[in-house]
């Protein structure tokens, strides 16, 4: 296998794994908050169905865990064996934040372990909420050091080059680079927010399914009303990126654009298709993307006519911002609606159509987040630490990365697969009017 050979499929191999773990590590970040959130409303509230409701969502979250730390185990591998070049030039400063990664790690699974294990066990519910915190603390924490190394990888500092190594290296520098706020920000929130509709989905399609019980009902509530404002929270942040963009990486956003000449009064092109050079069909906002690069309708916006043809990322990344942009919409317009809706108390909101547009939104949400990566990454091409090191010298010479490809996509079918069987089947024997009934016969009490 030639280097070219090679580097084709490691990077095919890398993206199949982080557009693999994406999906699990996004639900490890934001289920936790949502179990704390459903965990402290029914304490407030004094109502068994969000306990029981973060009870619930806390078993699934374990299955997916699980699988999280397959995932994240193969990714720390794939960096040694698929890009050994550039460990060995950048991996002493990432090494930082990976190891904090994992430590946060394990302080979030020690606590969900006794979080799980001590249910019914406190006669006081807000000692048990207590657990959650350093729960959701970890898995947040643990996305932003893993967000802090690619962010490193975007805005490369804290070093100096001599003779092709780094030296006089301040890993605390390079962690806060100038990518981290918006990339750590923007990853965080995301998660918050996918983690919402994905619930939000699964209730509407257990109404749907004819399970009217209010238990569905108040969890399709209580997610749709937090996916809102993480929804809103996301489209803040986005902006923040677009200027940080603009000032220290202006060929990703001109590429994710199409803003192919430096001009002021820069117009936002959404949509469209590039036919032989051409924009054609495309929507032009005027002005929009000087507002969104530096807050001022006629200030200059550097277009790709500046940076030479090898360091131009693809300009596919342009379809990868239309579609993560329109579904991030679709979903703040969604859940408003649906919470307007409900403060107004119309009706369309509990139509069977509204609720199948929710159930869409759960893996609407999903492609928006692989999306996002997928123009985060591209995006930083043809670099791999951008300025210092091309992709295609940070990769293996090995010729059994093809062999290596077939055999991570088959680990991944059997993953995906066995967690969605296990996910299943471990809620349909145990639904949630049965589990009802046996906590009213264990306590004495109506609950249900």
């Given amino acids: 296998m030639g280097n070219e050979e090679a580097v084709f499929f490691s990077r095919v191999l890398t993206e199949l794994t982080l557009s693999f773990h994406i999906i699990y590590a996004t639900i490890g970040v934001g289920v936790p908050l949502m179990i704390m959130i459903a965990q402290w409303v029914g304490i407030k509230k004094n ?78 519910q807000k000692k048990h909420l207590l657990l959650l915190i350093p729960v959701a603390i970890g898995a947040s924490a643990s996305a932003v050091f893993i967000t802090i190394v690619n962010a490193f990888m ?35 929130v995301t998660a918050y927010m996918t983690a919402a509709f994905v619930l939000a989905a699964i209730a509407a399609f257990r109404l749907l399914k004819g399970s009217y019980h209010i238990y569905h009902k108040k969890a399709l509530y209580l997610t749709m009303k937090v996916g809102l404002i993480f929804a809103i929270a996301t489209a803040i942040i986005g902006d923040f990126s677009g200027k940080y963009l603009a000032e220290y990486q202006p060929e990703k956003l001109a590429a994710a654009e199409w803003h192919f000449e430096t001009e002021e009064n820069a117009p936002l092109i959404l949509y469209g298709v590039m036919d032989d050079g051409e924009v054609k069909y495309a929507i032009k906002i005027p002005f929009a993307l000087s507002i969104l690069a530096h807050g001022n309708p006629t200030s200059e916006v550097i277009g790709l006519d500046q940076f030479p043809e090898d ?51 759960g893996p609407a949400s999903i492609i928006a987040i692989e999306a996002g990566w997928w123009l985060a990454e591209v995006g930083r091409q043809p670099w791999i630490l951008r300025g210092i090191m091309r992709v295609e010298d940070a990769a293996t010479t090995s010729a059994h990365v093809d062999t290596m490809l077939v055999l991570f996509a088959g680990l991944y079918i059997v993953l995906g697969i066995g967690s969605i069987v296990v996910l299943t089947r471990m809620f349909r024997k145990n639904p949630v009017e049965q589990e009802l009934e046996d906590r009213h016969a264990e306590r004495g009490g109506d609950i249900s």
């Avoid at 100096?160 to 301040?170: C, F, H």
């Avoid at 605390?172 to 981290?180: D, G, I, Q, S, Y």
């Avoid at 307007?340 to 139509?351: C, I, P, Y």
């Fill in 311 to 361: 360091e131009i990322p693809p300009l596919y990344i342009h379809y990868l911002f239309d579609l993560m942009v329109t579904i991030g919409m679709g979903m703040v317009a969604l859940s408003g609606l649906y919470w307007l809706g409900k403060r107004l108390k119309l009706t369309f909101v509990d139509s069977r159509f509204y609720r199948w547009l929710i159930v869409l939104g």
């Fill in 47 to 124: 109502d068994e169905h969000y306990i029981l409701l973060a009870r619930r969502w806390a078993r699934g979250f374990v299955i997916t865990v699980a699988v999280g730390v397959v995932t994240g185990t193969a990714i720390g591998m794939q960096l040694s064996l698929l890009w050994p070049n550039f460990m060995e030039l950048a991996g002493h400063i990432i090494a930082l934040p990976l190891f904090m990664e994992t430590f946060t790690f394990f302080f979030e699974a020690i606590f969900l372990g006794i979080y799980l294990y001590t249910w019914d066990r406190f006669e006081n």
């Fill in 154 to 188: 975007n805005a490369p500092q804290g070093f100096d080059v001599v003779d092709g190594e780094l030296v006089n290296i301040s890993p605390l520098l390079a962690m806060f680079n100038p990518a981290m706020p918006t990339k750590v920000a923007h990853v965080v």
